[in-house]
């Protein structure tokens, strides 16, 4: 989907976008393909998808956070929050809604300050809590009948940096950003 001015300005999505001050990301399936390649030594791999990262970045250059909720815990997690500056890490949380609600409190924030990308059932209870709720293009049926926005690309293909791009560009940040880029 390509959001035109228009889009940004009029709609209720750019409404909702324009109030995130925190993305909270699920990993497996948003982050990453969802696939989980385990190593004939007990290791674990995930694959990341760079242009993400970079607008994990660009949302933090914004002055905004980002915070991860998973229901696994694994290091190369740990490793690619650290390489985000994501401080806001959460790991084996089976309960993703009393981990949001915690955040919440850590960062003195209303729920519709907040966005979340999630793809499964396990995210649904924080995806209608949220200011706006997201997922990926191959996220469940429950998910995608469920939320703000569908993301026109999938898991670990970009996903994240389209809802970064809608948030930033909702709040009329974008193309500051962008200004180093086109110099």
């Known amino acids: ?26 990993v497996d399936g948003v982050m990453t393909d969802g696939s989980i390649i385990y190593s004939s030594g007990g290791g674990e791999t995930k694959a990341f998808n760079v242009k993400d990262g970079h607008g994990i970045k660009l949302f933090k250059k914004a002055g905004l956070d980002v915070a991860i909720i998973t229901a696994r815990t694994s290091e190369v997690v740990e490793r690619r929050a650290a390489d985000l500056g994501v401080k806001l890490l959460y790991q084996g949380a089976t309960d993703k809604l009393v981990v949001f609600k915690e955040i919440l409190e850590i960062k003195s924030l209303d729920p519709s300050e907040t966005a979340y990308i999630g793809d499964d059932v396990i995210d649904l209870p924080v995806l209608k809590r949220v200011g706006l709720s ?23 293909r970009g996903a994240v940096r389209e809802v970064v791009e809608l948030i930033l560009k909702s709040q009329g940040l974008w193309d500051g950003l962008m200004k180093r880029y086109r110099a």
């Open 134 to 156: 997201a997922t990926v293009a191959d996220a469940v049926e429950e998910v995608l009948s469920s939320v703000d926005y569908v993301a026109t690309l999938s898991g670990g």
């Open 1 to 26: 989907m390509v959001l035109t001015s228009t889009d940004l300005t009029d709609s209720a999505l750019a409404e909702k976008a324009r109030r995130v001050r925190l993305l909270i990301l699920d």
